[in-house]
T-cell receptor
Framework: DADVTQTPRNRITKTGKRIMLECSQT?????MYWYRQDPGLGLRLIYY???????NKGEISDGYSVSRQAQAKFSLSLESAIPNQTALYFC??????????????FGPGTRLTVT | AQSVAQPEDQVNVAEGNPLTVKCTYS??????LFWYVQYPNRGLQFLLK??????LVKGSYGFEAEFNKSQTSFHLKKPSALVSDSALYFC????????????FGTGTRLLVSP
């Protein structure tokens, strides 16, 4: 969905480095999510945010942190990257105010490799 | 806790044949169920959802899904597969916590051969 953008699209980094993945949306949605995708494991939720002041840990938040700088921006940080954080990362949004339809809209993903 | 299971890692079908991608769910209460598709190098795209009403739900690209409460299933179907349908398909269910976020299955890869 072009209304949800992620930067960078690809990143190779070294063990121990700090890295930030950024997500922006123009859909006007209040809810935002960060997932990681690994082969055979599907999508696992890292963090999610109701709105700017409501941020919650998902099922695999260890080693990650997030920042919701504005309603439209939600960043994911790896404080000290390790090789098992190599994965495809997705940002998603949803709108709680339009009849609670629950659909999520995904960005194109960031492929992160930690060497 | 709410969950979905996709029992097949991969489904192979010939072009023109009908296809089925299976999903079973486990929820307390009434399920809200979804199907998403992921094409190579793309994010997930919403296909269809079941919230209430008719058990047969129609979605994008000619896909449909059948909700079966007695079998706790929500299988994705298409009458005639296209090579371009080859992709990764995810089933999801709304959880019942305050946030009501989606819980995704592990995905099924569909390969449609010419």
């Amino acid at each position: 969905d072009a209304d949800v953008t992620q930067t960078p699209r690809n990143r190779i980094t070294k063990t121990g480095k700090r890295i930030m993945l950024e997500c922006s949306q123009t859909k006007g949605h209040d809810r935002m999510y960060w997932y990681r995708q690994d082969p055979g494991l599907g999508l696992r939720l890292i963090y999610y945010s109701f709105d700017v002041k409501d941020i919650n840990k998902g099922e695999i938040s260890d080693g990650y942190s997030v920042s919701r700088q504005a309603q439209a921006k939600f960043s994911l940080s790896l404080e000290s990257a390790i090789p098992n954080q190599t994965a495809l990362y997705f940002c998603a949004t949803s709108d709680s105010r339009q009849g609670m339809t629950y659909e999520q809209y995904f960005g194109p993903g960031t492929r992160l490799t930690v060497t | 806790a709410q969950s979905v299971a996709q029992p097949e890692d991969q489904v192979n079908v010939a072009e023109g044949n009908p296809l089925t991608v299976k999903c079973t769910y486990s929820v307390s209460g009434n399920p809200y169920l979804f199907w998403y598709v992921q094409y190579p190098n793309r994010g997930l795209q919403f296909l269809l959802k079941y919230i209430t009403g008719d058990n047969l739900v129609k979605g994008s690209y000619g896909f449909e899904a059948e909700f079966n409460k007695s079998q706790t299933s929500f299988h994705l179907k298409k009458p005639s597969a296209l090579v371009s349908d080859s992709a990764l398909y995810f089933c999801a269910v709304r959880d019942m916590t305050r946030f009501q976020k989606l819980v995704f299955g592990t995905g099924t890869r569909l390969l449609v051969s010419p």
